[in-house]
């Protein structure tokens, strides 16, 4: 049956509200709402909180600013006034379906839409296998997920949604870029040559774990140990404060290490023009593996540090994974005990283990190129069935 909403006087064609606040979901709705707009199928109302809003705004999208933040599972008031301002941009804006990304740490507009929702259709898109946000006890009624694995995985935490692959469309937009030409842009930017290695921490707004610090520390120390000439930046993650900011390069100087902030304004320059990319848990691993298959020559390899109980505990929390899959695909490496890091770093920035991961990248692709009309039809489909 038709959606009641579609009946609505002088509505042509459905309306999507769409919303989201981590960058992941940005990644992804970005190509979705450029369909969208290219098909004009639908018409959409666009939400967004920082730091996927300022995504939005350089792609040229439209959307309305929401600051309603996030709560923790035990703070009651948060959790309530968040409700309350889901209710009421639902009430403004009368979507005939309401599209989502997935957010965290915490509970967020994204998932307080879903649960304010009502009997209007709810769809999420997930930008790391498995991932489920139980937010207000209410979950999407439909699943995008890139590939059968992480089906599989949603099909396991969120029992009765309808899980739909689609493929990957925050790299929908790898193939339009130049791998080649961002290393070189970027390696120039920071001052690097051709003997020069750069090694970049991607951060995670994780400071509320001990660990997380006692990672960076760890990390830049065996660095420091195998590779005292190497050039270490820290990219921080846009839901990292100022102070957080700070902290992180405290953290690393404890090192003699050269370390600086990555300023590069794309993630992408910064995979590419690395030769060694550490992190805990970041996504940023996938557009790694979708840029290295589209790059002439190896790029960056990338080691995800577990090494911390703490850290180890939230990923596992959090996507219901032992080890990282693209690790088990063997396009990254896990590191999972300290005494494992100097080793590890060492091998990583051969030659000869950036040149495995690359052949493994191009031979592991995720298909990008029609994801954002699959999610799209399904949608339409939903609404006229």
């Known amino acids: ?67 309603v933040g996030r709560a923790s599972e035990s703070d009651t008031a948060a959790k309530a006034a968040i409700l309350t301002s889901a209710a009421k941009l639902i009430s403004n804006f009368g979507p005939d379906a309401i599209v989502v990304g997935l957010s965290g740490p915490g509970i967020g ?23 489920v946000n139980q937010g207000f006890g209410r979950l999407p009624d439909t699943y995008f997920v890139r590939d059968r694995m992480a089906a599989d995985l949603t099909r396991v935490r969120a029992p009765g949604a309808i899980i739909i692959p689609v493929g990957s469309a925050r790299n929908a937009a790898t193939a339009r870029l130049d791998p080649d030409r961002l290393r070189t842009e970027f390696r120039t930017a920071v001052g690097a040559n051709s003997t020069t290695e750069v090694v970049v921490f991607l951060g995670q707004p994780l400071w509320h774990l001990p660990g997380y610090r006692a990672t960076l520390s760890k990390a830049a120390a065996a660095l420091q140990r195998v590779r005292p000439e190497a ?76 090494c911390e109980t703490d850290i180890r505990d939230i990923y596992r929390e959090m996507s219901a994974l032992n080890d990282m899959p693209l690790s088990v695909m063997g396009a990254t490496r896990t590191v999972w005990q300290d005494n494992d890091l100097e080793e590890s770093i060492d091998k990583a920035l051969t030659h000869s283990e950036r040149n495995r991961a690359w052949l493994i990248a191009r031979e592991n692709t995720v298909d990008a190129v029609g994801t954002a009309d699959r999610m799209l039809r399904a949608i339409v489909d939903k609404l006229v069935a």
């Open 1 to 67: 049956m038709k959606h009641d909403t579609l009946s609505k006087v002088g509505r042509s064609k459905p309306r999507l509200l769409v919303c989201a606040s981590d960058p992941g979901a940005a990644a992804h709705l970005r190509e979705f709402l450029h369909h969208t707009a290219f098909s004009g199928n639908v018409e959409t109302i666009v939400l967004a909180e920082e730091p996927a809003l300022a995504i939005f705004q350089r792609a040229g999208i439209h959307a309305h600013p929401v600051a």
């Open 231 to 306: 050039l270490l930046l820290y990219r921080a993650h846009p839901k990292e404060t100022l102070a957080e900011r700070q902290e992180s390069r405290n953290c690393l100087a404890k090192s003699t290490l050269s370390v600086n902030e990555d300023r590069a304004l794309e993630v992408e320059s910064s995979l590419c023009g690395a030769d060694l990319l550490l992190t805990c848990f970041s996504s940023c691993g996938q557009d790694l593996v979708a840029l290295s298959s589209i790059s002439t020559k190896p790029l960056s390899a990338l080691l995800c540090l577990l």
């Open 109 to 131: 507009i994204d998932e307080a839409l879903v649960a304010q929702a009502g009997t209007v259709p709810t769809f999420a898109v997930q930008d790391f296998w498995g991932d």
